[in-house]
Nanobody, 114 residues
């Protein structure tokens, strides 16, 4: 059974940066496209960034040019570098593979506020 553990969230001022990490134990991590999702209060969980097994990345329009997803297959870890953060980036952030998803982790809270 795959376990996903996200970390790196916190409180940051607008314009600041954070780097999220997600470790995936118990999986053939390198065989899957991975993604970062976020869920704001009262909203659905949405995909904001993805990275294929070949390292091809894609981003949701609102984070394009500010966020960067990367992966380290040896460490079974996916990262999300978030720069120029805005209050609307406030959400719980989760990682997962592409559909069909593994069981979701607990996520990591990102709060952007002055």
């Amino acid at each position: 059974q795959v376990q996903l553990v996200e970390s790196g969230g916190g409180l940051v001022q607008p314009g600041g940066s954070l780097r999220l990490s997600c470790a995936a134990s118990g999986s053939d991590f390198s065989a899957y496209t991975m993604g970062w999702y976020r869920q704001a209060p009262g909203e659905q969980r949405v995909l904001v960034a993805g990275i294929t097994t070949l390292g091809i990345t894609h981003y949701e329009d609102s984070v394009m040019g500010r966020f960067a997803i990367s992966r380290d297959n040896a460490k079974k870890t996916v990262y999300l570098q978030m720069n120029s953060l805005k209050p609307e980036d406030t959400a719980v952030y989760y990682c997962n593979r592409n559909i069909p998803w593994w069981t979701w982790g607990q996520g990591t809270q990102v709060t952007v506020s002055s």
